[in-house]
């Protein structure tokens, strides 16, 4: 089949219908948003049309920055957990037969059914000190007595990546099956031990692929606010728990969306920049 | 604000009252074959839920006035709706039920339709704590229901109730607290302040607020959990992993009615008590109708029924009601209360929420 540049009109037409949806429910959203970020607030009531950069003015400050900070920080490693789980695992799951492939697809979708909220709660409870995990550890006597393990930093990554790893292998997923499986062949052939095979072979052919799905599962960690709050201490609230806080319970949209504008904004430049340090790379190589 | 009674409710569900809140008001009212009528909102939920089955029959069986009632999101959605919709000259409903921040925001665009209270009759027999005044003496609204924030603990791990709200500076209670998370639900600062500096008036400067400020940052390594979640701090203090905090007093009394180890106990300070006030739109036409109404609501035997059935503080005397002791000490106490300064959660909100947010997250 050839691929034939679109010509008239018509040939646009199937385009429309998610053009339309795009701007109906992305862009006008997103314009409306931008817009509110530079009205002006009123305190004790609510916003009046205005072109003032007060909103930003205030989140320009170290406080603000540290949440940034740890925003991104949280997002990363929870991209990076993710991938380093996911790629072994996503490779030994296209190597199983069909029927246990199927098997675990079934199990990591039925995963996706469940909302943040239940899986905060129940992270919260397998974490807590009286009915947690631990209590298991005390039964087969590995420890002294049962402790709490949330809150804390390492429950809000755990409960993160939890969240995330079964989008990270649905994404993965594609990329391995299609992987040539001769190539490992090859370098088995060659005498390289599974493990070597594994890393300078198959990771270097799926560099693409896991840098894609770096940056996905980063920008669906940045936008998490209800684990944080349920599994992390206030230092561990990210910059989306702020947004919430201002939009719901202040009613200070024209803060809310600034700062929403620049995670937006912040997030594409690391996007971007991944991408070019990606690309000069490849160039490099 | 406050999502009363209904523990499982979450973020996203306020965001589905919205949505449904706005479903109502696009669907054409289907009233009941009576003449006069009043729309009626009241917070979603169990609320509604209660009022629709306890209250509302019995007022049109007696007025002859039909109730519809709207259910409202929590938060101030429902006062931005109200307030674009009496631009227009719309009163999606008649008479709502509103938080104090919100009546005083309501107050600035002077949203509320004054009320006649010569057309109330108990009018003399409200505490006054529940007559919302604009700053010119027109009242803008009347105690609809009320209700307690007291300190609650874990009858397991506390054999001993506390009596002071000092117990949440105790070193002793280091990582065991759980407390709420925003400046404007927590109403910690007054706590503070009536505990440690003579009173909530100590409130009334900046200097005043900054050594509040101080004062609460001392309770920080003792707290566990900030939790904007009612269910997740009930199930913790139930379960003892957090044995200690601030929470309703009602539905405390409701979970050790049910066996759990709780308790909830009046401080000799005082428990917290927030309230939700009856206003009545200025683009509303249902004027007479509203005051029955009103008037109705404010009777003593309907604020006993109120106690009884939904589980709320009375508005009036306690000395009008025919509620026993212990019906009052389920919902109420003789102490006398901390009132929360919601007029600085108007006229310095921002500035509140920063420092706030600073303290606990810094």
Request: proline share 5%.
């Amino acid at each position: 089949m050839r691929r034939e540049k679109p010509a008239t009109l018509a040939d646009y037409a199937p385009l429309a219908f998610p053009a339309i949806m795009l701007s109906v429910f992305f862009v006008i959203p997103f314009g409306t948003m931008i817009a509110v970020s530079f009205f002006q607030r009123q305190q004790g009531g609510f916003y009046t049309p205005a072109f003032v950069f007060d909103n930003y003015e205030r989140f320009l400050s170290l406080f603000f920055a540290h949440v940034l900070g740890f925003s991104l920080m949280l997002a990363v490693m929870v991209a990076v957990c993710c991938v380093a789980i996911g790629v072994p695992f996503t490779y030994m799951l296209t190597r199983m037969s069909r029927r246990a492939q199927i098997a675990w697809m079934v199990a990591l979708l039925s995963v996706l059914s469940l909302s943040e909220v239940i899986i905060g709660f129940a992270w919260s409870t397998l974490l807590s000190r009286t009915a947690g995990i631990t209590n298991l550890l005390v039964a087969i006597g590995l420890m002294e007595k049962a402790v709490a393990l949330s809150p804390g930093f390492p429950a809000v990554l755990t409960a993160m990546v939890y969240q995330a790893l079964p989008y990270t292998i649905l994404v993965l997923y594609p990329a391995l099956v299609r992987l040539d499986p001769t190539l490992t062949e090859a370098a088995r052939t060659l005498g390289a031990s599974p493990l070597k095979a594994f890393f300078t072979v198959v990771l270097p052919a799926l560099r693409t692929t896991i840098l894609a799905t770096l940056i996905m599962v980063f920008i669906f960690a940045l936008g998490s606010y209800l684990l944080p709050q349920i599994l992390g201490r206030p230092q561990h609230w990210t910059l989306s728990v702020l947004i919430t806080d201002q939009a719901i319970y202040q009613s200070n949209m024209p803060f809310a969306a600034a700062m929403a504008v620049f995670l937006v904004l912040v997030t594409l430049g690391m996007v971007t920049l991944t991408l070019f340090a990606g690309r000069k790379r490849e160039a490099a190589i | 604000m406050r999502k009363t009674f209904n523990p499982s409710i979450s973020r996203r569900t306020v965001l589905g009252g919205t949505a449904a809140a706005i479903g109502v008001l696009a669907m054409p009212s289907i009233l009941r074959a009576q003449d006069r009528s009043l729309k009626v909102g009241v917070y979603g939920g169990y609320f509604k839920d209660s009022f629709d089955k306890n209250i509302f029959p019995d007022f049109t069986a007696a007025s002859g006035i039909a109730v519809e009632s709207i259910a409202e999101p929590t938060g101030e959605a429902w006062l931005v709706q109200l307030e674009q919709a009496a631009k227009a000259g719309v009163a999606p409903a008649d008479v709502s039920m509103m938080s104090q921040v919100a009546m005083l925001k309501g107050q600035s665009t002077d949203l509320w339709a004054p009320i006649d209270t010569a057309k109330i009759k108990n009018y003399d027999n409200l505490l006054e704590r529940f007559v919302n005044k604009y700053p010119d003496g027109r009242v803008a609204g009347i105690g609809a229901v009320a209700w307690y924030i007291t300190l609650v603990t874990n009858t397991d791990t506390y054999p001993e109730a506390p009596d002071s709200w000092a117990a949440l500076w105790d070193p002793a209670n280091a990582d065991k607290l759980g407390l709420l998370a925003l400046v404007s639900n927590s109403f910690l600062l007054e706590v503070t302040a009536k505990t440690y500096m003579g009173g909530t008036n100590a409130l009334d400067t900046e200097e005043g607020l900054n050594k509040a400020f101080e004062k609460l940052a001392e309770v920080k390594p003792n707290v566990r959990l900030w939790y904007r979640d009612e269910a997740q701090f009930e199930q913790a203090l139930k379960s003892g992993e957090i044995p200690m905090g601030q929470y309703y007093h009602d539905v405390t009394g409701l979970a050790a009615a049910d066996g759990h180890p709780v308790r909830s106990t009046f401080p000799k300070e005082g428990g917290i008590q927030d309230s939700g006030c009856w206003a009545l739109s200025r683009a509303s036409e249902k004027v007479e109708e509203a005051h029955v109404f009103i008037d109705y609501m404010s009777q003593p035997e309907i604020q006993s029924t109120l106690s009884r059935k939904v589980g709320t503080a009375p508005t009036l005397k306690r000395e009008l009601l025919d509620l026993t002791p212990e019906e009052f000490a389920s919902v109420s106490s003789d102490i006398e209360p901390i009132i929360p300064r919601y007029d600085l959660y108007q006229t310095k909100s921002d500035w509140l929420n920063q420092k706030w947010t600073e303290l606990i997250v810094g």
